[in-house]
Nanobody
Framework: QVQLVESGGGLVQAGGSLRLSCAAS????????MSWFRQAPGNQRELVAG???????NYADSVKGRFTISRDNAKNTVTLQMSTLKPEDTAVYYC?????????????????WGQGTQVTVSS
């Protein structure tokens, strides 16, 4: 079984910083993509930042210049360094990974989600 475990969420004042971490564990052959999504109450879930296995990164326009995503393939972890936080960044942040794994006699790619971690930015 594969699990994504997140940490680092919390309450911070506007202008402050937080670092989110996500670790994938279990039966893993390789990880194709790891990303961070977020969802605020009343809003749709949106991509915040993503990485590919080749090292390419992508950011939502609203976080460019403030957030940095990084990935450690050896540890199967992804982090999101968030700086200059704004109240509109308040949301539940979810770790996502597309993982290749062996299932009995086959090898499949499956989508996995973390449980979500709350980030609250006060003004």
């Amino acid at each position: 079984q594969v699990q994504l475990v997140e940490s680092g969420g919390g309450l911070v004042q506007a202008g402050g910083s937080l670092r989110l971490s996500c670790a994938a564990s279990g039966s893993i052959l390789s990880i194709n993509a790891m990303s961070w999504f977020r969802q605020a109450p009343g809003n749709q879930r949106e991509l915040v930042a993503g990485t590919t296995s080749g090292g390419a990164t992508n950011y939502a326009d609203s976080v460019k210049g403030r957030f940095t995503i990084s990935r450690d393939n050896a540890k199967n972890t992804v982090t999101l360094q968030m700086s200059t936080l704004k109240p509109e960044d308040t949301a539940v942040y979810y770790c996502y990974a597309q993982i290749r794994r062996r299932k009995l006699l086959s090898i499949e790619s499956q989508d996995y989600w973390g449980q979500g971690t709350q980030v609250t930015v006060s003004s």
